[in-house]
């Protein structure tokens, strides 16, 4: 009530009022104050002060709660002023009520509290016994209601409790009550009297038959009855127990309170006076409304029978019945049950209002206080000592013996305090046990739920999750204080043993200037060999592939490669100092965009592709733009795998093709662009023809154009789709090389396309190249964006990396090997360092390479114009070098198949397998597989190029995992050319870089064969073939 006119004592109210002590009605009549305290029965209409409300005659305190937040929100005490019995009722409402309890369970799950339960009732029970505090403090009377029919014992321990806290609190009490229109006796000793305490009982644990009942029908139990036996045997009980806990004495002014020596304290109620469920009450009411009883009491005699009446007459008398019956049962409900509880509790009242109690007991009794209280007077002493317990200004002894009851209240938790604080010591302990001097934020996480395995193991109570955060708090700190490891791991899945450090390139910041400066480390070191493959050094586990490319091998050129020839390969050049890496987006494959593209999309992928290969050969101060159009597809997504020589494997083996070539060129499983005789020398009489024979020459061509056609649709169907549309030698025009290229794409969508259309074509896509280049527009490669991994097929053309992932070096002339000693190398396995033979044909002018027993003419020599061109075999000697981590080296003859040969003998196999098979990019080393069984990798390429008039160039390309994983090269334009007459060594990445993460060697064996160097990678190309 916000204002005092709008407040009545009409009915109840919460306490302390809004009112003035001049409004309340017969503010100088002497009052009873009676206080309603305990515990609730277990179902939802029901209230404790219920059974007051037949006292009153008024339906005073309600069994239906209020809404959860009225419930929550007012105040804890219910108080109302009965001025014609002169009596003030309070009742506590706390959680000890059940409507009390769901309301507030109701509200933690609307608003989601962090804090549990138990924290919630340990703050309530410290509210209520304040107030119980107060209550004793404040009444006559206290009715202690419990929902049973047994005394709950829990109470002694509170009532032990609030008695040592009123001694210490007396004097704070005193000092409150003072100057007030009190007695010095009441402000002396903090309240009026030491109240009475009546227990009540909501239920029997007695089942009454009728007999037993009829006496209380007549008015009060007689002595003898059951329930009042029962009564008396409770009461003894209780006085027993509250005697031997010493919370009530012979003197009853020392005591919280008192219970009568010569009058009744305990009352059972034996009937239910208020609804327990409405719903089955109404049905009742409506049953016995319903039912016509035959021999009714309402018949008076000489009227008629029921069923001669009707069937209207017949229903009032039946509803009058009813109603007659349910007043007169509900009247001796009453009588049973709420009169005799009002004779119970109005002994005591008209006591108090009287001569007040007088409880001392003993041979030397002592005088009583008791003091009859105004209800002015006690509203005004009642709000003074309201505002003591709960008000904000409290002096600070009273605060501290406050927080002492809250202190003993809290039995739970100072147990669960002292057993938790007894074992965090112990889970400590076994988190500290075995600790290595640094570990990682797993091991750290798995001894962390050791210990706290532990710590439930013996701690108990709500305080656990308290400790259990102290307990990690102190894990935390010591695994902090210089015992963390660092979190890196290396590209092999190997943990950095060193201390939480940073690298040297990383800038200093607030939080890790106190971290110490070092690279990486795991402790694991391989053995490999270095770019040339002639020294062996160990290396570390690698952190990042620029140290598996090249920081490791960088360090050992100035030792052994420096004075090697070495042939350079595509890097990215800066032009500020501020380039960074590109961010990369998975972009969807072809298959993922469509399987069937159209011809339109292809021929505009063929221009960008084409535009973006003479944005690379200009980039790099090459001549002739359109030189490059057609290798640019190489590396694109369309023709990945292919390859720009041809291939003798593709080939059928009866073709008068491969008649001309020598038997080891066939074994050799590599093809060679062989021009017919004839052909070539129409090619040179057309180049040296004037204009008018331009036609015959068109012809001709266009008839080898469909001679490569027809091959190249037998071609398409391969595994690799390898096309051999390259032409053999630069110096071909450029109308020559691009009529191939769009054939090539154009039948990606229809193979059946005319050729007469594709020359057309082919210029306007050559007119739009020039148009771009005079322009000026051309793509270059970036100079500010660098590619953070290695060139693959998915990489964008315009990217290149920081450095070479690759490297290509030359060890000598090809005279420093000898096929009969192998190569002179550490680490090789004995009998597996020979290189394999491949044999070749090519055509050499009868000049400059006469057969044996000729002479060459000085007549021979002037003649200039024609010339006999005759075959010569050449032999190649090339290897692929396996090397594992413990630095075991050895060559491989075909997948999987060592060389093996006896000093006794010589090498047997030919390089046929190397140049037509897919090599695997690992293979179990020969020499570990009784170990530990280490895979080696290929690591090396070997070529021994030969004197002579033969190109022989390398390409690699490798997959390095299941697809769909891109395929890695060299990121050139073209085969990379290797000089004749000298040996030559391809160095292989050690780790594939890609531009989400490295491809490392597959943990699943059966993934290991997609793991592969793709054929191809050699081939050679005849320079006599076309001058």
């Known amino acids: ?64 709660p209020e809404s959860v937040e009225e419930s929550i929100n007012k105040g804890d005490v219910e108080c109302y002023y009965d001025t014609e019995s002169q009596v003030i009722y309070l009742h506590l409402r706390s959680l000890n009520d059940i409507h009390r309890v769901a309301a507030l369970c109701q509200r933690l799950v609307s608003e989601k509290y962090s804090k549990d339960f138990f924290f919630i009732w340990q703050k309530e029970e410290f509210r209520v016994a304040k107030t119980l505090l107060w209550m004793f403090g404040v009444s006559h009377l206290l009715l202690l209601s419990h929902p049973g029919s047994s005394f709950d014992i829990s109470f002694v321990r509170l009532f032990r409790t609030l008695d040592n806290i009123r001694l210490k609190l007396q004097h704070s009490v005193s000092d409150q009550l003072h100057g007030l229109p009190i007695s010095k006796d009441w402000s002396y000793n903090g309240r009026p009297c030491s109240p009475r305490v009546l227990f009540v009982f909501e239920s029997s644990s007695l089942e009454l038959n009728t007999e037993d009942s009829e006496p209380a029908l007549k008015g009060r139990p007689s002595k003898g009855s059951p329930i009042k036996r029962l009564q008396h045997a409770i009461e003894d009980q209780i006085y027993r127990i509250l005697r031997k806990s010493r919370v009530i004495t012979n003197i009853s002014n020392n005591s919280l309170f008192a219970v009568p020596a010569n009058q009744e304290f305990v009352f059972i109620h034996t009937e239910r006076s208020e609804v327990i469920d409405p719903v089955a009450y109404y049905l009742e009411q409506l049953r016995q409304n319903s039912t016509i009883v035959k021999d009714s009491v309402f018949l008076r005699p000489g009227t008629d029978s029921p069923r001669s009446r009707s069937y209207q007459s017949n229903r009032k008398v039946s509803q009058v019945s009813g109603i007659s019956e349910s007043r007169s049962s509900s009247s001796t409900a009453h009588s049973k049950g709420g009169n005799s509880f009002k004779e119970f509790l109005w002994q005591h009242i008209e006591m108090a209002l009287g001569r007040g109690f007088d409880d001392n007991v003993g041979r030397n009794p002592v005088t009583s206080l008791f003091e009859n209280v105004t209800a002015s007077n006690w509203f005004l002493v009642a709000n003074k000592l309201y505002q003591f317990y709960f008000g904000d200004s409290i002096d600070g002894k009273a605060l ?100 939480l450090h940073r690298l040297p390139d990383d800038p200093e910041t607030e939080d890790n200037d106190h971290l110490p400066i070092m690279p990486h480390s795991s402790q694991l070191k391989t053995k490999a060999a270095c770019n040339c493959g002639r020294k062996q050094a160990d290396k570390e586990d690698p952190f990042d592939h620029k140290y598996a490319n090249y920081d490791f091998f960088n360090s050992l050129e100035p030792l052994c490669c420096a ?4 042939l350079d390969l595509p890097v990215f050049k800066p032009s500020t100092s501020d380039a960074k890496a590109s961010q990369i987006k998975k972009v969807p494959s072809i298959e993922e965009k469509g399987d069937n593209p159209t011809q339109k999309d292809t021929l505009r992928h063929d221009l960008v592709t084409g535009m973006g290969s003479l944005s690379l050969a200009l980039s790099l101060g090459q001549s002739g733009g359109s030189e490059y159009l057609p290798h640019h597809d190489h590396h694109s997504e369309i023709s990945t795998t292919e390859h720009y020589t041809s291939h003798q494997s593709d080939h059928e083996p009866g073709t008068d093709e491969h008649e001309e070539g020598s038997d080891g060129a066939m074994e050799g499983g590599h093809s060679v662009d062989v021009v017919e005789e004839e052909d070539e020398d129409q090619l040179e009489e057309v180049d040296q023809s004037p204009d008018k024979e331009g036609s015959e020459h068109k012809q001709e061509a266009s008839e080898s154009q469909n001679q490569e056609e027809e091959s190249t649709k037998q071609e398409v169907g391969s595994p690799k ?18 009529e191939p290229e769009i054939m090539i794409n154009s039948q990606k969508a229809d193979i059946e396309h005319p050729q007469k259309d594709e020359v057309p074509l082919g210029k306007s896509i050559l007119k739009k190249v ?123 003859s075909g997948p999987e198949k060592v060389i093996k040969v006896s000093s006794s003998s010589t090498v047997k196999d ?44 390398v390409d690699p390309h490798i997959q390095p995992s299941s697809p769909p994983s891109p395929i890695f090269s060299l990121g050139t334009e073209n085969p990379v050319e290797l000089p004749a007459g000298s040996v030559w060594v391809v160095r292989l990445p050690h780790i594939y870089m890609g531009d989400h993460g490295p491809y490392t060697m597959p943990a699943d064996s059966q993934h290991l064969q997609f793991c592969r160097m793709l054929k191809g990678v050699f081939s050679y190309q005849d320079l006599n073939k076309h001058p």
């Open 721 to 738: 789709q390898e096309v051999d549309v390259m032409p053999s030698s630069p110096k071909e025009t450029s109308s020559q090389k691009i």
């Open 910 to 953: 030919n390089a046929t397998k190397l140049v037509s098979l897919d090599m695997p990019l690992y293979c179990p080393c020969p020499q570990c597989r009784s170990t530990k069984g280490y895979v080696a990798q290929l690591m090396r390429l070997y070529v021994c190029t030969p004197e002579g008039p033969v190109r022989v160039t």
């Open 563 to 566: 004075e090697l020839e070495h």
């Open 400 to 499: 501290a013996h406050l927080n002492t009851l809250k202190s003993l209240l809290e039995t739970d938790i100072r147990f669960s305090e002292n057993r938790c604080n007894k074992v965090l010591p112990v889970a400590e302990a076994a988190y500290q046990e075995n600790l290595p001097t640094h570990y990682v934020t797993n091991f750290h996480l798995s001894k962390l739920a050791q210990a706290q395995r532990v710590f439930h193991q013996f701690a108990r109570g709500p305080a656990c999750d308290k400790y259990l955060k102290q307990l990690e708090q102190s894990c935390e700190k010591f695994w902090r204080n210089g015992r963390q490891l660092c979190e890196e791991v290396s590209i092999l899945s190997n943990h950095c043993v060193n201390p």
């Open 1 to 64: 009530m916000s204002a005092s006119s709008a407040f009545t004592f009409t009915d109840k109210f919460l306490f302390p009022p809004d009112i003035d002590a001049l409004s309340i009605p017969s503010g100088d009549n002497k009052v009873c104050i009676i206080s309603l305290i305990g515990k609730s029965a277990y179902h939802s209409n029901s209230s404790k002060a219920s059974p007051l409300n037949h006292i009153l005659d008024r339906d005073v305190f309600k069994c239906v």
């Open 770 to 892: 020039v148009e771009l280049e005079e322009a000026g527009t051309m793509r270059q490669h970036s100079t500010t964006e660098y590619l953070y991994g290695m060139i693959h097929s998915d990489s964008p053309p315009h990217l290149l990396p920081r450095f070479p992932s690759w490297s290509i070096c030359c060890l000598g002339k090809s005279t420093i090997y000898n096929h009969t000693t192998g190569l002179d190398l550490p680490g090789f396995l004995h009998g597996s360092n020979f290189l394999l033979p491949w044999d070749i044909t090519v055509k050499a002018e009868k000049d400059k390479w006469p057969s044996i027993g000729e002479t060459t003419s000085r007549k021979g020599k002037q003649k200039k114009t024609t010339k006999e061109v005759g075959e010569v075999n050449l032999r190649i000697y090339l290897g692929d070098e396996y090397e594992c981590p413990r630095g075991h080296r050895f060559f491989c």
